[in-house]
Nanobody
């Protein structure tokens, strides 16, 4: 089992910055990847950014590449999403995600979500 707790959302003006945090607990040694997804009303949940457990590989949505940075602090079991140059279209509920895998079993875990609102 893995638990994910997000923090750091809020209201910001266009062009501003926010940093989201996701603290993981539980059987974290078997987490393969962690990342951030977002969902706005009427749209499907989409991948924003993800990284491997070692942090050696990252993946970004084209819409945020160059503006957002995903990173992790293994000493704190925390993944961060630094969001710069925010745009109104970045407004959404952001969810932390972890993909867990061990022999004969895998699962996806989600945080409760944190609202990001970017005003124009």
């Amino acid at each position: 089992q893995v638990q994910l707790v997000e923090s750091g959302g809020g209201l910001v003006q266009a062009g501003g910055s926010l940093r989201l945090s996701c603290a993981a607990s539980g059987d974290i040694s078997r987490i393969v990847t962690m990342g951030w997804y977002r969902q706005s009303p009427g749209k499907q949940r989409e991948l924003v950014a993800a990284l491997t457990s070692t942090g050696s590989n990252t993946n970004y949505a084209d819409s945020v590449n160059g503006r957002f940075t995903i990173s992790r602090d293994n000493s704190k079991n925390t993944v961060y999403l630094q969001m710069n140059s925010l745009k109104p279209e970045d407004s959404a509920v952001y969810y932390c995600h972890a993909h867990y895998s061990r022999a004969f079993y895998s699962n996806d875990y989600w945080g409760q979500g944190t609202q990001v609102t970017v005003s124009s």
